[in-house]
């Protein structure tokens, strides 16, 4: 077992279903970097409300590292966001044992398409409880390495009530988790990778819980686990501890037993694309399904926005909700259309793809809204891989630094912009730090919305 140590490294920065949905694809790999084969195979966990398309550029970077991409796989948690009460049953959501048995699932899974008898797991947040949940309680024998990144170990607050809560470490399921000496299980190797500060979901006071004044109980060494090696990062958010090329570097440095070759991502001449359209029935985030959408892909203009010819790809889901695969040049920017049923269509600009993945998953934009009524066109410039934080980061929204950002600790994944009817067609630029999408602006009275969507 790691003894507990601490690293400050300063700087800015159903069950078949579940099994159905781990993406394993036996590419051949274009990295000069040396194989990867003494490295145990890596399932990645995602967090509360997210999907397994959010590891995309951790898996680009292991592959680029050497690491095959048959030795890894993405879990879906078909319910992501979860319960109110842990032990109250609520629609579209899951419980606390709904995850563990489906990443024991997928731990099986891993293991009978290596055939080894180990596996390393890696989680973001919520993906953290289900890594510490499965290894405890059923599996742990399974886990050479757990690396849990911003998970809030000891709650994101430890209060009297809700004590039904999974997030509450008064709550019966972080007691659990956490009782005894040491917080780990023996015969796991146990990293922990936090943020120095800057984790909205690690304050001491409850203004991110809409509690302004009220401690919390939690501090910023609340995601820190007695037993494991505990890692800070300084200034990255509660996304970046699992997302950022630094979290990379230290979880690549953690399982394989030695320093990464590279950060950067090697580009592969040939780029294949594919994923799965979701849904959010009753406002609520799935990964589930959704069958009769419609996927287009154009390559466009990267200082205009403007499509280059006709659609590469164009094809409507089936049941299983998958699109794909669409060849498209790796230094193209793309716009990905997708007409989904009970949703506005929406045009997603995203920057050029680098590498193939199976994990391009598209999910309609949320609804208009009362403050949208006046609008001629609405666009949204989203980071899913991590927060927008001012001063930190340079956050350039059609020229400005958006309204609905707030500064110090980062909060935001999204913002907003509306338009006047006599703007529609023209080109918006996003600019988040040094990646640049350029959009256009769709008419919101023909149920169109684009968003800007950021890969770093």
Known sequence: MKLSRRTILQGAGGLAFAVANFRMDARAQTSSAAGGSEVPPILFVHGNGDYD??????????????????????????????RTDDTVEQADRSSTEDQRRELAAAIAELKRRTGVARVALVGNSRGGYAIR???????????????????????????DDLLGSEFNGRG?????????????????????????????????????????????????????????????LGAIDHRETAYHPRAFR?????IAGREPSRIAIVPERSVRLS??????????????PV????????????????????????????????????????????????????????????????RSSDVVHLRAARPFGPADKDAGSVMIMSRPRGYFGLPRDTV??????????KSGVPTDSTATLRFPASEVGRSVVAQFNEERIVARAWPASENRIAIAELTY
């Open 275 to 288: 994923g799965l359209v979701t849904g959010t029935p009753g406002g609520v985030p799935t990964n589930r």
């Open 133 to 159: 949940n499965v290894v405890k309680n059923g599996g742990g024998g399974d886990v050479s390495h757990a690396v849990v990144c911003g998970t809030p170990n000891h709650g994101v607050f430890a209060f």
């Open 250 to 254: 230290e979880i690549y440095k953690f």
């Open 396 to 405: 350039l929204f059609d020229g400005h630094e958006p309204a609905d950002v």
């Open 172 to 232: 019966a399921f972080l007691r659990g988790l956490n009782e005894g000496d040491s917080e780990v299980t023996p015969g796991t190797a146990f990293l922990t990778i936090r943020s120095d500060g800057m984790d909205k979901y690690a304050q001491s006071d409850g203004r991110f819980l809409g509690k302004p004044g009220v401690p919390t109980g939690i501090t910023a060494e609340g995601p820190e686990l007695k037993g494991a090696t505990n890692l800070v």
């Open 53 to 82: 398309a959010l590891w995309i550029t951790t898996l680009w970077r292991m592959e680029s590292n050497g690491i095959a991409h048959d030795r890894m796989m993405a879990i879906n948690f078909t319910n992501p966001n979860a």
């Open 291 to 354: 069958a009769g959408a419609t996927v287009e892909v154009f390559q466009v203009d990267r200082e205009t926005g403007e499509r280059k010819g006709d659609a590469v790809y164009r094809s409507t889901t089936a049941a299983d909700g998958r699109w794909g695969p669409a060849e498209v040049e790796p230094t193209s920017p793309l716009e990905i259309v997708l007409t989904s049923p009970d949703a506005p269509t929406t045009h997603l600009y995203r920057s050029p793809f680098p």
